[in-house]
């Protein structure tokens, strides 16, 4: 799918992950990912891979970015970049951060995929990488 009428958005979001994305830790994999979320509100949140010696603890990107944007109050979003592999081919988000997004994004969200260096990048929409999300009905939110 094309960027389109989201041209804006999706060259804004994948610069501000190709930003994050410095801040990669990834000595283990040397596979730095780099995303962006933009909440309904106008903010974005960034965040970047964070491995661990135990691998299993490492945290991708995109939840890095989801986590900072749901800790500062953010719950609804209008798109996310995502930014990794090398100079021409994009990535796309692992099955563990497509659940996680479906959370608290819809099936119709743009998901911009993008190198993380050089390229436009590519658009397509969550429904369209997770058709079938697990989901429990939601009791509500607890207030603090
Ligand atoms: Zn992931």
């Given at each position: 799918m094309k960027i389109g009428r989201h041209k804006g958005t999706?060259?804004?979001?994948?610069?501000?992950?190709?930003?994050?994305?410095?801040?990669?830790?990834?000595?283990?994999?040397?596979?730095?990912?780099g995303a962006a979320i933009l909440s309904s509100d106008g903010r974005v949140f960034s965040g970047a891979n964070v491995e661990n010696s135990s691998y299993g603890l490492t945290v991708c990107a995109e939840r890095s970015?989801?986590?900072?944007?749901?800790?500062a109050g953010a719950r609804e979003f209008l798109a996310?970049?995502?930014?990794?592999?090398?100079?021409?081919?994009?990535?796309?988000?692992?099955?563990?951060?497509?659940?996680?997004?479906?959370?608290?994004?819809?099936a119709k969200m743009p998901v911009f995929l993008a190198p993380l260096r050089g390229g436009a990048g590519?658009?397509?929409?969550?429904?369209?990488?997770?058709?079938?999300?697990?989901?429990?009905?939601?009791?509500?939110?607890v207030e603090t």
């Open positions: 999706g060259r804004y979001l994948i610069r501000e992950a190709r930003r994050a994305a410095k801040n990669a830790y990834c000595p283990y994999s040397r596979f730095a990912v970015a989801i986590v900072a944007a749901v800790s996310i970049a995502v930014v990794g592999g090398g100079r021409q081919t994009s990535i796309l988000p692992c099955g563990a951060c497509l659940q996680f997004l479906s959370e608290f994004c819809g590519r658009m397509t929409v969550l429904g369209k990488l997770l058709p079938s999300a697990f989901m429990f009905k939601k009791k509500g939110v």
